[in-house]
């Protein structure tokens, strides 16, 4: 198999990813496209170690969080950094669901709360991986049946593709042979600024959402299940504002989450569709992150609970120095039957994508 780690801008190394995790090896795998952008991943929990991005005057730096080491990546201070999160991302109140008459009791991980799948979720196990080419990512993982207290064998697939067109694309596929429950994400924590020591704060970067409407949430940040719109609250985005802004507002639902640590209901015309969800800029470099998904919330993290922790080649990440953006289904939902369905069963397939489109912007 041709070696695509050989060679890369990203400074990271093959052999210091290299190890064996529950029977399973580890390895780094260096993505590429024409234009120069690099996406580097782990198959210990999918990880997205580094994206390296242009800014406006077409320097390259990695604009994610991560680490440049497997025994790092393993005892991460964040331990979702840049990681698939499954078989069920955000939050499920008390660790409980009743699914066709049956309760299931899962691990409480976050206060009350399970959350994204548990004590040990996809962002901890080792993934099977082939590198189908020099910007394709086959990765592959069979979560058994009882798995963290999830019913059902849940095969899963996804493929990590980055294009041309600087797009950093995400597709999930998943089929069960039970009824269960399934809402897979990306973790990536987003500096557009690129990281450095200390990473700098992102909350002069410039977000807009599409979605009129949120889930409010109580202090265990869980979902009330009502549908609020965001006029007239620091959760409107549909016009464009500094993260910062009003993250620190007077307010009920910026003080549960600490920030914004909240999902939006995204504007849809048809359900699955693929829609823009977000785009956010950072001034000073001029790049531009633009989401891109099928899925209909989106959970929008800045990075409240980072303490300036060291990663990469001593970058390090203060409180705010990152910003996620999450597709998903809503947090919460096997337990609230009007939010959409998060359930399948067998004969279905769980289909899913997200795309991260990256843009330099121009020298004025």
């Known amino acids: 198999m041709k070696n695509y780690t050989k060679e890369n801008i990203c400074g990271l190394k093959a052999e210091d990813f290299h190890g064996e995790i529950d029977g399973k090896n580890t390895e780094l795998f260096v ?24 800014d406006k005057n077409g320097k390259f730096e990695n604009v994610v969080l991560g680490h440049d080491n497997l ?30 008459g049956k309760e299931y009791q899962l691990a409480i991980n976050n206060g009350h709360n399970n959350l994204h799948g548990g004590k040990k979720g996809f962002n901890a196990v080792v993934w099977d991986a082939e590198q189908i080419n020099e910007s394709t990512l086959r990765l592959h993982y069979l979560s058994v049946d009882g798995e963290e207290g999830f019913p059902g064998n849940l095969d899963v697939t996804m493929t990590y593709r980055l294009n041309d067109e600087n797009m950093f694309i995400i597709d999930y596929h998943a089929t069960t042979d039970k009824t269960t429950i399934v809402n897979l994400t990306n973790h ?15 909350e002069n970067n ?30 409107d985005f549909t016009t464009p504002h500094t993260i910062g802004e009003r993250i620190n507002a007077d307010d009920v639902q910026i003080k549960n989450g600490a920030g914004y640590d909240h999902n939006f209901v995204l504007n849809k015309e048809k359900a699955g569709e693929i829609t823009l969800a977000a785009t956010c800029t950072e001034p000073v470099s001029g790049r531009t992150l633009k989401v891109h998904t099928t899925e209909p919330g989106m959970q929008l993290y800045s990075g409240n609970w980072l303490n300036g922790f060291e990663g990469m080649f001593g970058s390090t990440f203060p409180a705010r120095s990152a910003v996620c953006f999450e597709t998903q289904h809503y947090p919460d939902s096997p337990n609230k039957p009007q939010f959409p369905s998060v359930e399948l069963k067998p004969g279905e397939t ?5 795309i991260y489109e990256f843009i330099a912007g121009e020298e004025k």
């Not at 993505?31 to 990880?47: I, P, S």
């Not at 769980?350 to 997200?354: A, F, G, L, R, V």
Request: charged residues 15%; aromatic residues 10%.
């Open 31 to 54: 993505l590429k496209n024409k234009n120069g952008m690099e996406l580097c991943v782990c198959n210990y929990g999918a990880t997205v170690m580094a994206i390296m991005a242009p």
């Open 71 to 100: 025994e790092r990546l393993i005892n991460n201070p964040e331990p979702y950094l840049g990681t698939t999160i499954g078989r069920y991302g955000n939050r499920i109140a008390d660790g409980k669901f009743t699914l066709e």
């Open 188 to 202: 990536a924590f987003f500096n557009l600024a690129g990281i450095t020591n200390p990473s700098p704060s992102i």
């Open 206 to 235: 410039i977000l807009t959402i599409n979605a009129d409407y949120y889930t409010p949430i109580n202090e265990n940040c869980i979902p009330f299940g009502d549908i609020a719109p965001v006029k007239g609250t620091p959760f």
């Open 350 to 354: 769980y289909s899913e994508t997200c």
